[in-house]
């Protein structure tokens, strides 16, 4: 018998190893006032499979985060209405879009001033002129890295010579057990599972105080020197993000 043609079944889009790219059908919000930069970033995204949305100003990628809720944002830095900046600050300040990951498009002459910035409040940046191969393998790389993080559960996590054993509440500096209160064990908790990443002060207090918490976001910087003093190596691995919050950095 003879199959008929429409019970062809094409293939699904897989990479070499046979297994389905996790980061296919993502959507990217592209931020970028200059339309040929956009089109072209948009056109090898989408060749990758990731789904793509464009905004041309700071106001609009606003609009466009909320309504479109995408999975990364590709933001420049310098755009009519509102900066990136100003757009990273207020993604980062919203609960629900605090963790959207962010990178930064730069022009090579702004770098020296902001870089810092920039570095800190976004997840990564790419200087201009780029290859758009590049800007998507930076991409990739990026919700990888995110993907990994795990969200629930019981958890092991090390740090140098730290080491956090969540199901049973322990925390030790080489081998030797440390005592932290519930909520420096929290805090310290949070900012392990998202390492590498700006944390603004608000969402270390809904994640470890909770959103009926009447405390001030001074709370947060008082439990986070009692952690330094508890833990000296954090003391250069948690930074201060100015305006912002507060991040591990990424041991990896
Ligand atoms: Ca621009």
């Known amino acids: 018998m003879i199959k008929p043609p429409h019970l062809t079944v094409s293939p699904l889009p897989r990479t070499l190893n046979g297994i389905m790219e996790a980061t ?14 956009a089109q072209l970033v948009q056109h090898y995204l989408q060749k990758d499979g990731f789904r793509s949305v464009t ?54 002459a702004e770098e020296s001033d902001t870089i810092v910035g920039l570095e800190l ?7 201009k002129p780029f290859s758009p191969k590049a800007l998507v393998a930076r991409v ?5 890295r995110i993907d990994r993080t795990p969200s629930t559960g019981a ?16 925390v030790s500096l080489n081998q030797e057990e440390v005592p932290l209160t519930a909520k420096e064990f929290g805090l310290l908790e949070h900012l392990l599972r998202h390492r590498g990443r700006v944390l603004t002060r608000e969402v270390l207090l809904n994640a470890v105080w ?3 918490y009447y405390g001030t976001t001074r709370t947060v910087d008082v439990h986070i020197r009692r952690l330094k003093q508890k833990l000296p190596p954090l003391e250069d691995a948690i930074v201060s993000v100015k305006s912002l919050g507060y991040k591990l950095k990424d041991s990896d």
Not at 24 to 37: F, H, W, Y
Not at 78 to 106: F, H, N, Q, W, Y
Not at 140 to 144: E, G, P, S
Not at 155 to 170: F, I, V, W
């Open 155 to 170: 958890e092991h996590y090390r740090y140098g010579a730290l080491t956090m054993n969540s199901t049973r509440h322990e």
């Open 140 to 144: 990739k790389a990026l919700l990888r």
């Open 210 to 212: 909770g959103y009926d």
């Open 24 to 37: 296919a059908g993502k959507k990217i919000l592209i931020v970028e006032d200059e339309q040929d930069i």
């Open 55 to 108: 905004a041309i100003n700071g106001v609009e990628a606003l609009k466009k985060v909320k309504a479109e809720q995408p999975d990364l944002i590709v933001l420049d830095l310098m755009l009519p209405e509102m900066d990136g900046l100003e757009v990273c600050k207020r993604v980062r300040s919203e609960p629900e879009t605090a963790m959207l990951p962010i990178i930064m498009l730069t022009a090579k």
């Open 121 to 127: 409040g976004a997840d990564d940046y790419v200087t």
